[in-house]
T-cell receptor, first 114, second 110 residues
Framework: NAGVTQTPKFRVLKTGQSMTLLCAQDMNHEYMYWYRQDPGMGLRLIHYSVGEGTTAKGEVPDGYNVSRLKKQNFLLGLESAAPSQTSVYFC?????????????FGEGSWLTVV | RKEVEQDPGPFNVPEGATVAFNCTYSNSASQSFFWYRQDCRKEPKLLMSVYSSGNEDGRFTAQLNRASQYISLLIRDSKLSDSATYLCVVEAGGGNKLTFGTGTQLKVEL
């Protein structure tokens, strides 16, 4: 009963390095999301996907890229990490039933850029 | 103006107290509303959906006022285990995108 799984959970990067966060869900959900959470800012949507092969920008997409090659996976890439990208990243997936969107989160990935 | 606004708290209440949180949203086209709970260093988890007619789940009651564009959460008989941050969440604009408030912190004390 895995739900939404994120890897890695913790990572320290140097400025300018690149990395990819992997999100996997086993619930056959169409929609997937990447959020970041910073103190006093709440959760902010980076990118999202409404289905396999599709991606769209959220509220704070700059500095990030995403891919959804398979329905169950949603990858978040940092091309050239900056200290401002130090944050907690949450992946989520959701389904829509009866017009209501129920969203499930992964446990989070703590990223520090030094 | 933020799309979803909440009082950040913290609300410090004694065990057994009743506490209420309010949340306002700016997009009048918003379709769905939720309360999520987030424990320290954990992921948010759905507490309850909010329906137009109001709804109750045990000690928790949620209300929606579309005319005034606010949502409320009432917790009765607070328990120590209710200590957490409560996030107001609004869905609007299609694409199943959810907008989160910054959260209201609740601390229930002996």
């Amino acid at each position: 009963n895995a739900g939404v799984t994120q890897t890695p959970k913790f990572r320290v990067l140097k400025t300018g390095q690149s990395m990819t966060l992997l999100c996997a869900q086993d619930m056959n959900h169409e929609y997937m999301y990447w959020y970041r959470q910073d103190p006093g800012m709440g959760l902010r949507l980076i990118h999202y996907s409404v289905g396999e092969g599709t991606t769209a920008k959220g509220e704070v997409p700059d500095g990030y890229n995403v891919s959804r090659l398979k329905k169950q996976n949603f990858l978040l890439g940092l091309e050239s990490a900056a200290p401002s990208q130090t944050s907690v990243y949450f992946c989520a997936s959701s389904y829509n039933q009866g017009g209501r969107n129920t969203i499930y989160f992964g446990e989070g990935s703590w990223l520090t850029v030094v | 103006r933020k799309e979803v606004e909440q009082d950040p708290g913290p609300f410090n209440v004694p065990e057994g107290a009743t506490v209420a949180f309010n949340c306002t949203y700016s997009n009048s086209a918003s379709q769905s509303f939720f309360w999520y709970r987030q424990d320290c260093r954990k992921e948010p988890k759905l507490l309850m959906s909010v329906y137009s007619s109001g709804n109750e789940d045990g000690r928790f009651t949620a209300q929606l006022n579309r005319a005034s564009q606010y949502i409320s959460l009432l917790i009765r008989d607070s328990k120590l285990s209710d200590s957490a941050t409560y996030l107001c969440v609004v869905e609007a604009g299609g694409g199943n995108k959810l907008t989160f408030g910054t959260g209201t912190q609740l601390k229930v004390e002996l």
